[in-house]
């Protein structure tokens, strides 16, 4: 598989967040074999939760499955660019490469707002940005119209 499969399976699971009313967001984390080890969607509106983001679910599932907190060397692919919790929560997972699709102009911390990973924190991830953004910002576009 390559970048674009995978972001295709985090745009999937982003798809499953419209019947619960959740903004369209998943994440896929993937091993450095090449498997995918977690993989998350939206699901404030669903859980309740504030932190039920698609990139934190998928963290803690792939911690669950390599049974550690350090993804290192791990890859999380999403849907948008990660706001300050899910940087946060990446960083602090070791996670070793984050590739987003849209931009985030609102609370994006991979440089639309700000760059956590480019502050003096202890582990920087390498960023790519863009990666089938079109598809992802349509379908982030097409639920925030059907909102109105």
Not at 17 to 35: A, E, Q, T
Not at 46 to 55: I, L, Q, S, V, Y
Not at 65 to 70: E, I, S
Not at 130 to 148: H, I, S, T, V, Y
């Amino acid at each position: 598989m390559d970048h674009e499969d995978y972001m295709r399976e985090a745009l999937e699971l982003a798809r499953q967040c419209l019947p619960d009313g959740d903004v369209p967001v998943g994440c896929v984390i993937v091993s450095p074999d090449g498997d995918v080890i977690g993989w998350g969607r939206n699901q404030r509106e669903a859980a309740g939760r504030a932190t039920a983001h698609a990139e934190v679910e998928a963290i803690n599932m792939a911690c669950s499955v390599v049974g550690n907190w350090r993804l290192t060397d791990c890859t999380l692919y999403v849907t948008l660019e990660p706001c300050p919790m899910c940087a946060g929560a990446i960083i602090n997972a070791r996670i070793g490469t984050v590739r987003y699709g849209a931009k985030e102009g609102k609370s994006g911390c991979c440089g639309s707002v700000l760059n956590l990973f480019e502050e003096r924190f202890n582990h920087r991830p390498r960023v790519y940005g863009g990666l089938l953004e079109d598809e992802c910002r349509a379908l982030l576009e097409e639920f925030f119209q059907n909102l109105r």
